[in-house]
């Protein structure tokens, strides 16, 4: 069974700093990879996400990840945040249509 | 894109009382569905899968009992939360696969009192 693990669970960063959410899976097949964004008290909002193809995929808002099988990593990189991008980030992994299985989650604080 | 909706999105109930919880797909059919719960703080954990058709495939530690899922149809699932005690207050998100993606619907917060 594939699992994700964040490695960070809080990143505090200044406004227009570039950041990195790390995001680390294990699986004995091949997975499809994904990003989500969350709000407060609300669901969640796709970012980017991978499925085969160009290892760096780029996505919403600015941001892009870069699958490295070798790693078995796909983090999350924004070269300037803002302070909008204050939220709970998720790193999920999946394979073929089974269940999605998330991290634990990451939180950005971006200060001014 | 693909759009699944839940109702309702918040909802207030006393202990001892069921509360039911719907997800639909808007505008595609969806044979599997998802549900996941997310305590304050923490990520999504997987409750179930429900299956159009057939008996839903709950995680280890669910009570399939206390968390009734119906998939009548292609575009509509249910969670069903029996005798609803303040330890069941959460947040309930739905999800509906297309291929390796999963659309996910807005969520509905559960308080019991």
């Known amino acids: 069974a594939q699992s994700v693990t964040q490695l960070d669970s809080q990143v505090p960063v200044f406004e227009e700093a570039p950041v990195e959410l790390r995001c680390n899976y294990s699986s004995s097949v091949s997975v499809y990879l994904f990003w989500y964004v969350q709000y407060p008290n609300q669901g969640l909002q796709l970012l980017l996400k991978?499925?085969?193809?160009?290892?760096l995929v780029k996505g919403i808002n600015g941001f892009e990840a870069e699958f490295n099988k070798s790693q078995t990593s796909f983090h999350l990189r924004k070269p300037s945040v803002h302070i909008s991008d204050t939220a709970e980030y998720f790193c999920?992994?999946?394979?073929?249509?089974?269940?999605?299985?998330f991290g634990a989650g990451t939180r950005l604080t971006v200060k001014p | 894109g693909a759009v699944v909706s839940q109702h309702p999105s918040w909802v207030i109930c006393k202990s001892g009382t069921s509360v039911k919880i719907e997800c639909r797909s808007l505008?595609?059919?969806?044979?599997?569905m998802f549900w996941y719960r997310q305590f304050p703080k923490q990520s999504l954990m997987l409750m179930a899968t429900s299956n159009e058709g057939s008996k839903a495939t709950y995680e280890q530690g669910v009570e399939k009992d206390k968390f009734l899922i119906n998939h009548a149809s292609l575009t509509l699932s249910t969670l069903t939360v029996t005798s609803a005690h303040p330890e069941d207050s959460s947040f309930y998100i739905c999800s509906a696969g297309g291929g390796p993606e999963q659309y996910f619907g807005p969520g509905t917060r559960l308080t019991v009192t």
């Open positions: 999920a992994v999946t394979h073929n249509n089974n269940d999605m299985r």
């Open positions: 991978y499925l085969s193809g160009s290892t």
């Open positions: 505008d595609f059919q969806a044979t599997t």
